[in-house]
């Protein structure tokens, strides 16, 4: 246990604060949870994967843990649907889950978006507790109380803001993510980089070959100071009526390439990183920004494994009309207009209002001819 590499943030939001715990074999410590109440009714929520690695270490934490209930959902993002979350509701209903129950939400996005979800409509809101296993949930889901599930017109459309009672971030966890994945969550680490703090691109930079290889003492680096941004961005703005719409850089773009391609293809964070890119293309053209800055988002991008491009095997699927459709219907998206976070430079991301729809057209027919 490397206590000294523990850190503690507090996500300040009045009555319903919460605190953000980060250490490296937290969940071998007796205070992982420490502050959180546990009611009669625990319902322990995780998946297929993450149960037989985490599932039991989580239970023996939990006091009363012969009260806790597991349930196992499948994995994946084509099993956030409503008809998974359904699961949820009739598991709570079985164990007759009152309105003081608590939902652990054990794993990645996927499952802390679905059991927040879950937890915000049982008997209109229950506390969640959110312990994320993958770097995306552990940067960026399992903080800020947004929830929700996809439909197949596109991505997270019914929702709810509803914030944990606590995250408990153990980064040992990491340490069975697949390569990919854990790719997938440096694209969302990138992104805070990207929009409003250069220094930690740079840092970013510096540290790339470390992070990829998953350096224990560096992803706890990395993760805290995504979970800073994170937590500022939220406290500032809760409910996305203004900077923390910032967060979307890549988004729109990123959501509309998994939407078309199906769930699945992509992971999310790599369609966020060809978002992200998209992004900055389109503001350098647009002449926002300079072409140097998207050269080093590219570099980055692809020093940490993720895609710079949409694979050609996918693009020669993709219709740009259908993308630019998609992205109207984003919920980023304010009555019809294109509305986009673009960039001025590297750190300096803004929300771009009537965006022309026609530039983007021809940046979408660009980027699917050369697909890499
Ligand atoms: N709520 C928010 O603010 C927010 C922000 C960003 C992304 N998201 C959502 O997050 C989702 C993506 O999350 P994700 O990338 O974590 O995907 P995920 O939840 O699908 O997890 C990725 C894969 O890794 C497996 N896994 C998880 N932890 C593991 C571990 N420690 N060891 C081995 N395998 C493990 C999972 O079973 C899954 O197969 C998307 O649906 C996205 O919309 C939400």
Not at 199 to 227: K, M, P
Request: proline content about 4%; glycine content about 8%.
């Amino acid at each position: 246990m490397r206590r000294s590499e523990s850190r503690e943030l507090q996500v300040e939001l009045g009555a319903r604060a919460y605190p953000i715990r980060i250490a490296p074999g937290l969940l071998d410590r007796r205070d992982a949870f420490a502050g959180v109440r546990f009611p009669r009714h625990v319902l322990l929520v995780t998946d297929a994967n993450v149960a037989p690695l985490y599932a039991d270490r989580v239970r023996r934490l939990l006091p009363g843990q012969q009260e806790a209930a597991l349930l196992v959902l499948p994995a994946g993002e084509q099993h956030k649907t409503l008809a998974t979350c359904t699961k949820i509701f009739s598991a709570l209903a079985d164990m007759q889950a009152s309105r003081d129950a608590l939902v652990v939400a054990l794993g990645g996005g996927v499952i802390g978006d679905m059991a927040g979800f879950a937890a915000a409509c049982w008997m209109r809101g229950v506390r969640c507790l959110q312990i994320p296993t993958t770097l995306l949930a552990m940067v960026d889901s399992s903080v800020g109380g947004k929830t929700a599930v996809d439909l197949p017109q596109g991505k997270n459309l019914v929702g709810a803001f509803h914030q944990p009672c606590a995250v408990a971030i153990d980064t040992d966890l990491l340490a069975t993510l697949p390569a990919r994945e854990l790719s997938a969550g440096l694209a969302e680490v990138v992104k805070y980089g990207a929009l409003g703090d250069a220094a930690f691109f740079g840092w970013i930079e510096q540290h790339a070959d470390a992070l990829v290889a998953g350096d224990a003492t560096t992803l706890v680096q990395a993760v805290h100071r995504s979970c800073e941004h994170k937590a500022s961005v939220v406290v500032a703005d809760e409910t996305e009526q203004g900077v923390r719409a910032l967060l979307n850089f890549g988004h729109t773009f990123g959501h509309a390439i998994e939407a078309e391609t199906g769930y699945g293809a992509l992971l999310h964070g790599e369609a966020v990183a060809i978002g992200m890119l998209l992004a900055a293309r389109l503001s350098s053209e647009m002449g926002l920004a300079p072409l140097l800055d998207v050269a080093r988002l590219a570099a980055l991008l692809e020093r940490l494994h993720l895609p710079i491009a949409i694979p050609a095997k996918i693009a020669a699927r993709l219709d740009p009309s259908a993308l630019l459709a998609r992205m109207r219907l984003d919920k980023k998206t304010v009555s019809g207009r294109l509305r986009l976070i673009l960039w001025r430079r590297i750190g300096h991301a803004f929300v771009a209002e009537d965006v022309d729809s026609h530039h983007v057209l021809e940046l979408l027919t660009d980027a699917l001819a050369d697909g890499g």
